[in-house]
């Protein structure tokens, strides 16, 4: 009832916005006298920002065209070099990159969100690096038949991954994929495999969330299992390739995380209606290309959602050495040599600071050269890995770590 109840909402509001976009276009039209009296381009303004607020939103591309390196604009290439049912492994490179530049896999979190909310991280990374990205898919989407999907499939995907980049790969995880791209670094260290990955980098991640919780890890505290198994857990409709599958939808996330900062995302909202009162279209267009991204959602498997609450925020499975991984004790200790790099933002209201410098402290047997932290001042959750301060303030720390550490392991060390 609950996701059939948001389709019904989703199909007035899809009506009510085409409505609204046909008014805002009327009342701005030059043609017509109301464009050009006191109270045409107020309503106007108004009825766009409605309009845009209301309008459904699909999956976006992540559209980067070219990169500029050292004054030379250079075309980049995206391709899909491995297609899996829950998520496929997407390539970005361009001519200007040496052969042997390095291989880094970005991990995309599977957090109501796709894979294009890091488009500014990979335009980044892509200009010095080979650039590969885990393209998760929407739950709804995918058929039954494709079978169930959790931690241990996510963790089973990223080693996969790895596998398919080869050995003296990178690997960045951003926000939430922190925990599975941890765990997967142990368990390849643990077999000595060769594609275990030279540097970790972990970005707001919640490795440990009894250091500085926020409101998000209390919300999952709170709660005991069984109330996210029967309050926001629903069936896929008919209607999508999904249909019958349990699922954690993306628009209840959406919901979340609007909620925690409503004030400012009214505001930003105010400030877009009057830029466009004001004819400010440039201002306006920056707004609206911020909603545009942030609004497009997507729903995660049940399993995988319920696993999270309770393996990582209620229980600290992996910081307190319980996680498993398909009946195997993944031990942090097993990595000796994968550099890792624990990213935290100051103003972070999703993961508190400490949290992903956790994993600094349980990679026990990893020597302290091989180890480093970075607080980035001033910045929030969403600025860790997107925005100015990522590009010039975060993205060359990252950079010079994997510099530092790019070098092919001898296989006497393996």
């Avoid at 604009?73 to 042997?100: K, Q």
Wanted: a negative charge.
């Amino acid at each position: 009832m609950l996701y059939t109840a948001y389709e019904l909402q989703r199909s007035w509001l899809n009506a009510a916005s085409t409505w609204a976009s046909v008014g805002a276009d009327l009342l701005s039209n030059p043609a017509l006298p109301f464009g050009y009296s006191g109270l045409g381009p107020v309503m106007a303004s108004a009825l766009e920002v409605f309009a845009h607020a209301s309008a459904p939103y699909g999956k976006p591309a992540f559209d980067i065209e070219s990169v500029e390196v050292d004054g030379t604009s250079y075309p980049v290439t995206e391709a899909i070099v491995m297609h899996r049912p829950f998520g496929n492994l997407l390539r970005f490179s361009h001519p200007g990159l040496p052969a042997d530049a390095p291989r880094l896999l970005i991990v995309a979190p599977m957090s109501g969100h796709f894979a294009t909310l890091l488009r500014g991280t990979v335009a980044r990374m892509v200009e010095n690096c080979e650039v590969f990205i885990t393209d998760w898919a929407d739950a709804k989407t995918v058929p039954l038949e494709a079978g169930r999907f959790d931690l241990d499939d996510y963790i089973d995907y990223l080693i996969g991954f790895l596998e398919h980049i080869g050995p003296n790969a990178h690997m960045l995880a951003v926000c939430q994929p922190s925990v599975p791209a941890l765990a997967a670094t142990a368990l390849l260290a643990g077999r000595k495999h060769p594609c275990r990955p030279l540097t970790l980098t972990m970005m707001g991640g919640p490795v440990d969330t009894r250091e500085a919780p926020t409101s998000v890890n209390d919300l999952a505290m709170q709660r005991p299992l069984e109330w996210f198994k029967h309050t926001v857990i629903a069936t896929v409709p008919l209607q999508y390739p999904g249909a019958g599958r349990r699922v954690y939808p993306g628009f209840l996330q959406l919901a979340g995380f609007m909620s925690m900062n409503l004030g400012n995302h009214m505001l930003s909202h105010y400030h877009m209606f009057k830029h466009l009162v004001a004819g400010d279209g440039e201002s306006a267009e920056a707004t609206k290309a911020f909603y545009d991204e942030y609004r497009a959602v997507c729903d995660m498997d049940a399993d995988y959602y319920l696993q999270t609450i309770e393996q990582v925020f209620q229980r600290q499975s992996l910081a307190q050495g319980e996680f498993m991984h398909r009946g195997e004790r993944v031990d942090l200790g097993a990595i000796k040599d994968t550099a890792l790099l624990a990213v935290e933002g100051e103003r972070d209201d999703i993961s508190g600071i400490g949290q992903t410098r956790a994993a600094l402290k349980l990679a026990v047997n990893l020597p302290e050269s091989r180890k480093r932290y970075h607080l980035a001042p001033e910045v929030g959750h969403y600025g860790i890995f997107n925005g100015s301060k990522w590009r010039n303030q975060i993205a060359p720390v990252l950079e010079d770590w994997i510099k530092q550490h790019d070098k092919p392991r001898l296989k006497v060390a393996a």
